[in-house]
């Protein structure tokens, strides 16, 4: 389960983990700065004996001195958000807002409790007589570009493929559209990321990242798939 969230398996991953370190990075250096100083605060004004009593600030320089400790960081604070705003929507823009030119087409369907992947099979259409469907079973091709179309027959699901960094809502009567690109071979978790009732934990499904010449010996084995005719 932690390679899964460790290794990168397509081709946009790395932009979504550049984009999350960035943000730890961003948020990290600013918790330990303010805990730093809250701290150093205590201990700096503890009550001491003799130490002067706490008093209200009413003098006007000193005031615009105290003030500047807020004014300063919150200004800071906004342009760490302005970078991470500007990262956030180049990672979005492209990948959900574009689609490059795809090789082939899976569709999902989930519903409760399994994951149906629709494939096209030897001519390399959709909806055909050859199509494959599997049941919990996605084969893909590795280096390949796959346009997906996802929908739910009847409640909220949510296709996560980990090592993809890949999560989409499957909402019912709908197709949400995305695509992905394998970057290395494996087999890996498919999970419904989006609590659908009582078989929401027993809902896992698997992937295969195969060589060209592995996928063409899947199509070509029936038995490997449940063969269904639209």
Known sequence: MIESFILQASSYASQIDALIWLIVIITGVWFFAAEGIFFWLLWRFRARPGGAPARY?????????????????????????????????????????????????????????????????PDGQMDTEDDIVSIDEMHIQV????????????????FSVPVFRLKQDAIPGRVITGWFQPTITGEFDVQ??????????????????ETPEAHAAWLANPTHYLAYKF
């Open 143 to 158: 280096g390949k570009t796959y346009k997906f179309e996802l929908m739910a027959k009847d409640v909220l699901h949510s």
């Open 57 to 121: 600030i009413d003098d006007h320089e000193e005031h615009v001195l105290k003030y500047k400790w807020i004014e300063i960081p919150h200004r800071l604070i906004l342009v760490c958000d302005v970078v991470l705003i500007i990262g956030a929507i180049t990672v979005w823009s492209d990948i959900k807002l574009s689609m490059p030119a795809t090789d082939e087409t899976v569709r999902i369907t989930a519903q409760q409790w399994a994951w149906t992947f629709q494939h096209v099979g």
């Open 192 to 209: 419904c990321a989006e609590i659908c009732g009582i078989g929401h934990g027993i809902m896992p499904a698997r992937l295969y990242v």
